[in-house]
């Protein structure tokens, strides 16, 4: 199963909604650093358009830890839950 949370890599996160200026939500996750998040700086990260959000963890893993980044990923809109 590739679909996973981020705690399940030990990354701590929260799960969020955007509007498009159309209306239209976006789902999306805000991946953020456990010591000083406010101090790191973010990466916003659109994915393409297949799949889901989930199925980008790999690199959500490697950006949020090799980086000691905070991340806002975001669903392609007509995929995952957006």
């Known amino acids: 199963m590739r679909y996973q949370a981020p705690t ?3 990354m701590s996160y929260e799960e969020i ?3 498009a200026k ?3 939500k976006l789902e999306g996750w805000f ?3 456990k010591v000083e998040p406010e101090k790191k700086n973010t990466i916003i990260f659109f ?4 799949g889901n959000i989930g199925l980008r963890m790999d690199w959500f893993e490697i950006i949020y830890k090799s980086l000691n980044c905070n991340i806002v ?3 392609y809109r007509g995929f995952g839950r957006s």
């Not at 994915?47 to 297949?50: G, I, K, Q, V």
């Open 47 to 50: 994915h393409e358009n297949a």
């Open 31 to 33: 991946l953020y650093q």
């Open 17 to 19: 909604w955007l509007e």
């Open 73 to 75: 990923g975001v669903s």
């Open 22 to 24: 159309d209306g239209i």
């Open 8 to 10: 399940q890599r030990d």
